[in-house]
């Protein structure tokens, strides 16, 4: 039985326990830029996607964290954990 969302469209090695590894979990859009907007443009925006919209299901036997593990990362499963990385203090000096 194949797991993968778009068995037809996706290599064996694309798939990996009902989810579909050709994802990225960061997106990007250009935004729309007025002729009057007052502030500098933002060129490209992101937004992050979590795992759990590229799976159908939740396949059997999937591997899981161990108790302390899954508390420190907010999920039992590794195939639905999603790093959450703030770009607010990126380029930012701190006054160590």
Known sequence: MNYCPRPQQLSKSACKGGIDLNFTQEK?????????????????????????????????????????????HGTLWPALY?????????GRQTNE
């Open 28 to 72: 990007t859009y250009t935004p729309f830029i007025g002729p009057f907007d007052p502030c500098p443009p933002i060129l490209t925006k992101t937004f992050s996607t979590p795992p759990q919209l590229y799976m159908r299901f939740q396949p059997p036997n999937l591997p899981q964290f161990s108790p302390q593990e899954a508390l420190r």
């Open 82 to 90: 999603s790093p959450y990385e703030s770009r607010w203090g990126k």
